[in-house]
């Protein structure tokens, strides 16, 4: 295949049309010049050389003319009727994602939406993806108008784990004018989904009428957090590795502190901040799966003590509680927490 150049003659693979190379940005984007004189960012992974630069024909049309790909919606990029009207500061981008719940007032039985926002005269052009499993998945790519925001996805609480951390990739440009040139950025950013339980997490905001939980990828140009290291951080990683190196190999091992005492309190009013919407059933189950959530995450800590203070109560955590470490966590070491500090209302779990 002919490597793209600034000057080709190119068709697109998987939407109609194609134009002119005016530009090659990187290794994966070019920016084409379509047939209504726009400029659009194109991967070049989806260009199909028709006539070279050197005005070389590259094969017929009928040659390259791309198969529909099955199951996969044409992205049409059409002239819009007028341009957008330009806000005074909108030449410094901002852009963010916000997730809102479909059901305000039971948010542990609501979906949720995801919008993208873009708070700028620029349009961008979005790759908005999720990483699980050492894989990343693309949910979603398209164009947005400038001082728009557009419907991303809508999902549920089993999904929630999906989307822990996810990268939002974009170029920015304008149609039929000059403009001032603009970064690409890759950002990627951790999603604490324990806010989506949480209904002060969902606060006033400048874009939608309703609560909204803002991440923010960039303000006023500048990248919340660049998947690339700036020229600064790699220099600093470079010193700290050369004094690291100048230390001595032979050090005097220090005895090993013991574990501190875990405490994780599982009432339920400590761990969420309403529980409007749920029954005495929903609220043990997020109590045990707190309960679970933090075994997981020690049971690989030898000896380390935890503390689950639940309430004396009628007892049922405390059982439900026992059963489940009969059941999961057989080789663990259990009893009853000091009296002293915790009464009858603290069980303490030792890690075996």
Not at 202 to 223: G, K, T, W
Request: hydrophobic share 35%; charged share 30%.
């Amino acid at each position: 295949m002919k490597k793209i150049e600034t000057g080709d003659i190119v068709r697109f693979l998987n939407t109609v049309g194609g134009g002119q190379v005016k530009g090659v940005l990187s290794k994966q984007l070019a920016i084409v010049e379509d047939e209504h004189g726009f400029d659009v960012p194109v991967l070049i992974s989806e260009l199909v050389v028709v006539e070279s630069a050197g005005n070389e024909k590259i094969g017929s049309e009928d040659e390259v003319a791309p198969e529909k790909t099955q199951g996969k919606p044409e992205i049409k990029l059409e002239k819009p009727d007028e341009e957008p009207e330009e806000t005074p500061g909108g030449e410094e981008i901002t852009a963010c994602l916000a997730y809102l719940p479909t059901d305000a007032k039971s948010l542990t039985r609501s979906a949720y939406e995801c919008y993208f926002v873009n708070d700028s005269n620029y349009y961008l052009f979005i790759n908005y993806m999720s990483h699980e499993n050492n894989a990343w998945t693309n949910r979603f790519n398209g164009l947005v108008e400038p001082n728009t925001k557009i419907f991303l996805e809508e999902f549920d609480k089993s999904q929630l784990n999906e989307i822990e951390k996810i990268c939002v990739q974009f170029v920015a440009f304008k149609h039929a004018k000059p403009f001032k040139f603009k970064n690409s950025h890759s950002v990627e950013l951790r999603i604490d989904t324990v806010k989506f339980y949480k209904l002060h997490s969902f606060q006033e905001n400048d874009y939608f009428d309703e609560s909204a939980m803002i991440y923010y990828l960039v303000r006023n140009d500048m990248p919340e957090r660049d998947v690339l290291l700036s020229a600064g951080e790699i220099e600093r990683a470079m010193k700290e590795k050369n004094e690291a190196e100048k230390r001595p190999r032979i050090q005097k091992i220090k005895p090993k502190e013991t574990n501190p005492v875990i405490e994780v309190d599982l009432h339920i009013n400590h761990l969420l901040e309403t529980t409007a919407g749920m029954n005495n059933a929903d609220m043990l189950e997020y109590q045990l799966q707190k309960f679970n959530e933090a075994m997981g995450e020690n049971l690989r800590n030898k000896n380390q003590k935890l503390v689950f203070i639940h309430g004396k109560g009628d007892g049922v955590l405390k059982n439900a509680i026992l059963k489940e470490l009969k059941q999961k966590y057989k080789n663990c070491y259990v009893q009853d927490a000091s009296f002293r500090e915790y009464g009858f209302g603290a069980t303490m779990v030792t890690i075996k």
